[in-house]
């Protein structure tokens, strides 16, 4: 069965460092997500991506966030300069098409901490 | 704005027995889509079940079952023959309907089975 693959699965970095976290949606899937995890919290969406383009981004994507789809294989979302509270597990997500009935399959997630 | 509303934090059941995670959702929407996810220990999102706003059966996977009741508002998740596997945060996650279609999340129920 196809999957989202993500990498790395733990990334521990110093604050104000820079760090991409990598995704490789499943290949006939069009939408791409990124959501985040803070530890016992609910997850939080951060932003969508549709035709080589943010098609929604929440409060939380502010300017230190940035998301790529450098080929057509990945999907990568960088923090220009950590903080202590982006500590958290993001997850990517992607879906086959729009609509309200399609699954997102979601990777397994990249444990981001920030020190 | 659509909200989805999970006010249990945490549940415990015994071992084969039947239990019911409660969620309520709010939206003007007509067409909707409903999601329960799993999350065990290790942090992945694992998919369970999904209804959506116009079907008019239940939806079931196996011993999960989604108890919709649309006046209500609600769609709440049942495990039944609950085993010790089932210990996990379980999210109910509402899609939206506007051109992102991210998912929207509760803040989760941790079931806990009893031997």
């Known amino acids: 069965e196809p999957e989202v693959t993500q990498t790395p699965s733990h990334q521990v970095t110093q604050m104000g460092q820079e760090v991409i976290l990598r995704c490789v949606p499943i290949?006939?899937?069009?939408?791409f997500y990124w959501y985040r995890q803070i530890l016992g919290q609910k997850v939080e969406f951060l932003v969508s991506?549709?035709?080589?383009?943010?098609?929604?981004k929440s409060e939380i994507f502010d300017d230190q966030f940035s998301v790529e789809r450098p080929d057509g294989s990945n999907f990568t979302l960088k923090i220009r300069s950590t903080k202590l509270e982006d500590s958290a597990m993001y997850f990517c997500?992607?879906?086959?098409?729009?609509?309200?009935?399609?699954?997102?399959?979601f990777g397994p997630g990249t444990r981001l901490t920030v020190t | 704005a659509q909200k989805i509303t999970q006010t249990q934090p945490g549940m415990f059941v015994q071992e084969k027995e039947a239990v019911t995670l409660d969620c309520t959702y709010d939206t003007s929407d007509q067409s909707y889509g409903l999601f329960w996810y799993k999350q065990p220990s290790s942090g992945e999102m694992i998919f369970l079940i999904y209804?959506?706003?116009?079907?008019?059966q239940n939806a079931t996977e196996g011993r999960y079952s989604l108890n919709f009741q649309k006046a209500r508002k609600s769609a709440n998740l049942v495990i039944s023959a609950s085993q010790l596997g089932d210990s996990a945060m379980y999210f109910c996650a509402m899609r939206s309907t506007d051109s992102s279609y991210k998912l929207i999340f509760g803040s989760g129920t941790r079931l806990l089975v009893r031997p």
């Open positions: 991506f549709y035709n080589n383009e943010i098609s929604e």
């Open positions: 209804q959506g706003s116009y079907d008019e």
């Open positions: 997500a992607s879906t086959l098409t729009g609509g309200t009935d399609y699954e997102q399959y």
């Open positions: 290949s006939n899937h069009l939408y």
